[in-house]
């Protein structure tokens, strides 16, 4: 089993940065697969990134494709999504994820374990 905690979220200005994390615990953390979604209110939850289990292969939404990147340090057993050039429709609850097959997928229903989010605020 693994148990994820988000930080890193808060209030920002559009067109500024932030980098949230992803700590990790439990066995094998570096087997997994790991994402990062996002859910507005009113929406549905919808992938941000993902990384496969050695940090080799990544795949980022369109809608933030050259804005965020996503990355892995298994050693620390933490992933992180660095946010660029922010916009007011960044704002959400940013939740990682992990999957057990190890490879990079866009889908949450693939995806094993959840964290409990973290807030992002983009003001204009």
């Known amino acids: 089993q693994v148990q994820l905690v988000e930080s890193g979220g808060g209030l920002v200005q559009a067109g500024g940065s932030l980098r949230l994390s992803c700590a990790a615990s439990?066995?094998?953390?570096?087997?997994?697969?790991m994402g990062w979604f996002r859910q507005a209110p009113g929406k549905e939850r919808e992938f941000v990134a993902a990384?496969?289990?050695?940090?080799?292969?990544?795949v980022h939404a369109d809608s933030v494709k050259g804005r965020f990147t996503i990355s892995r340090d298994n050693a620390k057993m933490t992933v992180y999504l660095s946010m660029n050039r922010l916009k007011p429709e960044d704002a959400a609850v940013y939740y990682c994820?992990?999957?057990?097959?190890?490879?990079?997928?866009?889908?949450?229903?693939?995806?094993?374990?959840w964290g409990q989010g973290t807030q992002v605020t983009v003001s204009s």
């Open positions: 439990g066995r094998a953390f570096s087997t997994y697969a």
């Open positions: 994820a992990a999957d057990a097959s190890g490879y990079a997928r866009r889908s949450p229903l693939v995806y094993d374990y």
């Open positions: 990384v496969n289990w050695s940090g080799s292969n990544t």
